[in-house]
């Protein structure tokens, strides 16, 4: 006689489109809406841009994407305030990020 192995959970997954809507519906339930900045967090998000782009600091940013909030940490490597995104190396990977800077919700040093 011979084992069946993954054959016999073949029926439960006829309809991979059901898997998909699921997933979608659980990640719509997760969303948050972006938040409006006011003046004054905007300014001191624009300090802390500039004193960490020129000392380098290690710092922690907070940023929406998506419908989610993501928090990262890294080193601020250029802000272009005219074209409204600036480039930071991730601790972990040390990739570069492209964020714009409306996405940008909060930002504070380690």
Known sequence: MEPRGMKKWRPFATMPEQYIGLKEMINKQVEVAQPVLTEEQIEQINFTLI?????????YLTYYKQGQYITETGFIQFVDSLGNLFIFIDDVFELKNKIRLSELIDIHFV
């Open 51 to 59: 004193e960490a782009l020129h000392t380098n600091k290690q710092v």
